[in-house]
Each structure stands twice: as structure tokens, then as C-alpha cells.
């Protein structure tokens, strides 16, 4: 019930929820029959008298004043809200909507008369790049004969992004540059053209999170490093496009959100809050239990105890040697861990993967020197290395870091890697 004059676009905000009276006159509103779901009140009628008779006639309906800049004062019956602030906040998703459509149209038009098209993810597909690859397949209004989600290198191995695949029925393939020659139209997702270092050419569209790379050259780029994930913005432009989000799709998509945020806790922003909110209540939360539940492997415990075992601080910087492993999650998940840490500020797991790289997992607090930055200035030349603010990876062939330090004993590659971090951490920006 709304009691008094309203703005024409809040009124339409409500109006989506069910029925509304409208009422002219404070008066009217003791004449009216039924339980409300909240009642509404223009604050030129917001007298301490009128509430409190408002909510004895109305006692389990809640009483909200549309007030500016006033404040409830002791003793009266009400919730004092900006509702232009409300209407002003809704207009500005519209149009972020509206946007989005034109961006839609745009990439669609780019790929509409591919036969073939390959999306392709990186190397290590998490569950963010292949819940947006999923998204960009169903925004294209394609399937899985006419769209192939794709990536170069091994077989993925964290258990659950394992899971997330096998449970969910995703084809994700594993691809060769030979057979990126059969495809007639590339799109990229969660990554961008730098990260493969000109060996794939002739790239159609990018959409990404990560801050932008040199060289980003494509005919449709939709890169915003303010999203906490890609699937933030997958979600927007299926909004946007009134493309109908499956119980599936929003279960990836919200895992997504949640994994590459730390479930909104590590570089989210509110356009990551908005799509997790709308996800959330559409996927099967179920599944998505399952998928999480699977996190280690019984044989991985003893890397944990390694990382442990090998581990030093050093200046408010963990450091973690996982030593010579095979799967190249567990930096990451140990990296994570080190942040749990009383007193650290940074945590640095690295180890060598399959005897050719050492990989190094960066992150920190948030509110010291971006970890992307300082990775991509510390190994950009010798490697790949990049990331948000917080969490960023470094990969760099054992044979560069030969030549960079002479040795690549475990105490030679401890003792650079802890010199050059605490050098590169304690300087001022």
C-alpha cells in the first residue's frame, strides 16, 4: 500500500511484485481491507501520530517512509529509506543492460556465420573460464556440434573441477594448435591473445576479467578487470540478451563467481554481488554441494605436508616449497592456505611442475601492492605471470630460471625466489 505521491519508476518497480493500492489520503488508509506486505508512506504524512495509528490498525504489516535526507527520530513506528536511491541504482542496471545488448548483437554478428567455432579457455581451465564458455556457447545460440569449448595442455586434475565436469555433463576438450587450423572462428574466454604469446592468430572476440594486456587485438573485446569474474559478465550479457539461464548454467556460472571471489570475499565488486544474488536463485544448489565436496585427493596429502614441512617467514611473507609435483592445482590451493596465517601479508607457493616449470601461486591481503602487477614486472620476460590485485600466478621454464640464478637446486631456487620477493614487496609504489 502506497500512501501518498510517488515517483512513476518506483511505483513500476513495485508493481512487479503484486498488487498495489495507491492511496491520495492518509485517511484512506484505515478503510481498507486485507494484510499488507509492506506499506509505504510519503514522509509529508510521516507524523509520530499517523504511524503509530498506522500500525495498530496494520500490526504485521512493516511501514517504510520515503524520506530525503531524514533520520527516524526515538519513538517512531517506521524505516526511514531513499527510495530514489533505490530508483536511481535500478535505472543504472537498466542501462548497463542496455548496453550489454548492443554488445550482445555486436559478438553475435561477429560469429554468426562461423561453421566452426572454437572457444577456447587457458591452459588451466577453472571453473570460472568454462561456466563463461558454457555462457558464450548458449549466448551465440549454439551447441555443441557448431561450438567447441576447448584449451590447450594437460587433462585437468583438481578434484573439483573434476567434478564440476563429470557431474555436470560438460564437454570440455582438450585441443592441439593442429587442430585450431579446423576451426574457421576463434572466441577467447577468461583469457586474452598475450597469454599464448602470438602462437594463435586470427582471434574474433575476447571476453575477459583480467586487467588488459598489450596487444588485446580482436574484432569484439568485452574485458572489465572491475568483475571479480568472468562470469559476472557472461551473466550480464545473458540478461541483457533475455536469454533464458538454465538450472545448469546458473550452477556453473555461480560457481564461478564463487571460486574466483572467495565467494565474494577477494576482488568482487557489486555488478559480482548483483549476478550472484540472480544465480543463486535458479541453480541447483544441490549439485553444487557435490561439486564442492570434492576438493582432495587422498594421495595429494602429502604435498600438503611437504609445502608445510619446507615453509619460512620472512618480513610478513609466507613462503611454500611444494618441491617436484605433477599437479599444478595444489600450488594454488596451498597458497590460499598460507593466507590463513596470523600476520602475513603475502603468501608465496611455488613448486616445479612435471620437471620443466617452476609455478609460483601469489596472494595477499588486498591492501598492499597488486600481486598481478608485481608478478607480470618480476617474470613477464622470462615466462608468464599476470593476475588481479590479490591472487596472480607466475609460470617460468626451469631453463630460464637456469640461466637467471646458475642453479636449480631447492636451496638456490628458495633463496631467489624469498630474496626477490621481500626486495620487490618492500618497495614503495
Known amino acids: 500500500m502506497f500512501i501518498g505521491e510517488f ?5 513500476s518497480l513495485f508493481k ?17 481491507k486485507g ?20 500500525a495498530s490498525n496494520y500490526p504485521t504489516s512493516p511501514i517504510v517512509v520515503s524520506a530525503d535526507d531524514e533520520q527516524r527520530q526515538d519513538g517512531y513506528i517506521a524505516r526511514y529509506v531513499r527510495f530514489d536511491k533505490v530508483a536511481d541504482s535500478q535505472i543504472s542496471f537498466e542501462e548497463k543492460l542496455a548496453r550489454s545488448d548492443i554488445s550482445v548483437r555486436h559478438i553475435r554478428e561477429i560469429h554468426r556465420d562461423a561453421k566452426k567455432l572454437l572457444i577456447l579457455v587457458h591452459n588451466q581451465p577453472d571453473p570460472d573460464a568454462i561456466a563463461s564458455a558454457m555462457a558464450l556457447r548458449t549466448l551465440l545460440r549454439r551447441n555443441k556440434k557448431t561450438a567447441t569449448i576447448g584449451y590447450l ?9 573434476v567434478a564440476m565436469v563429470e557431474l555436470m555433463d560438460i564437454d570440455l576438450q582438450v585441443i592441439s594448435h593442429e587442430d ?17 604469446r602470438g602462437e594463435i592468430i586470427g582471434i574474433d572476440s575476447v571476453i575477459d576479467h583480467h586487467p588488459i594486456t598489450p596487444e588485446c587485438d580482436a574484432k569484439f573485446t568485452e574485458i572489465s578487470s572491475e568483475e571479480g569474474a568472468t562470469a559476472t559478465i557472461m551473466t550480464r550479457l545473458l540478461r541483457a540478451a533475455q536469454v533464458e539461464i538454465s538450472a545448469k548454467l546458473s550452477t556453473a556460472l555461480l560457481y564461478g563467481i564463487k571460486t574466483d571471489t572467495m565467494i565474494l570475499n577477494r576482488g568482487a565488486d557489486l555488478d559480482d554481488l548483483e549476478a550472484f544474488t540472480y544465480l543463486y536463485n535458479q541453480a541447483d544448489l544441490g549439485l ?13 596429502i602429502k604435498h600438503y605436508g611437504q609445502a608445510l614441512s619446507k615453509h619460512w617467514i620472512n618480513d610478513g611473507i609466507i613462503f611454500m616449497n611444494l618441491g617436484r609435483i605433477e599437479k599444478e592445482h595444489l600450488i ?45 614486472e618480476l617474470f613477464d620476460e622470462i615466462g608468464s605471470a599476470g593476475g588481479h590485485r590479490s591472487y596472480a600466478k607466475a609460470v617460468i621454464p626451469m631453463n630460464e630460471v637456469k640461466d637467471l640464478i646458475g642453479r636449480t637446486s631447492r636451496k ?12 620487490a614487496t618492500a618497495q614503495k609504489v
Open 288 to 300: 553444487l554441494r557435490k561439486i564442492e565436496s570434492k576438493t582432495l585427493y587422498s594421495e595429494e
Open 35 to 54: 494484510v499488507f506486505t509492506l506499506i509505504v508512506v510519503n514522509s509529508k504524512f510521516s507524523s509520530k501520530e499517523f504511524l503509530a495509528s498506522l
Open 412 to 423: 638456490s631456487i628458495e633463496q631467489w625466489i624469498d630474496r626477490v620477493f621481500r626486495t
Open 332 to 376: 594454488s590451493q596451498v597458497a590460499d592456505m598460507g593466507m590463513k596465517v596470523g600476520g602475513v601479508k603475502w603468501s608465496i607457493a611455488f613448486g616445479i611442475v612435471s620437471g620443466s616449470h617452476l609455478v609460483m601461486s601469489v596472494r595477499n591481503s588486498g591492501s598492499v601492492r597488486s600481486a598481478g602487477r608485481l608478478l607480470f
Open 7 to 11: 515517483d512513476i519508476l518506483l511505483m
Open 153 to 161: 595442455g594437460e587433462r585437468i586434475s583438481r578434484p573439483e573441477n
Open 180 to 196: 585450431i587450423k579446423n576451426f574457421d572462428s576463434i572466441a577467447l574466454v577468461d583469457v586474452q591473445p598475450s597469454y599464448f
Open 16 to 32: 512487479n511484485r503484486g498488487q498495489l493500492t495507491e492511496l491520495d489520503f492518509p485517511d484512506d488508509a484505515f478503510n481498507q
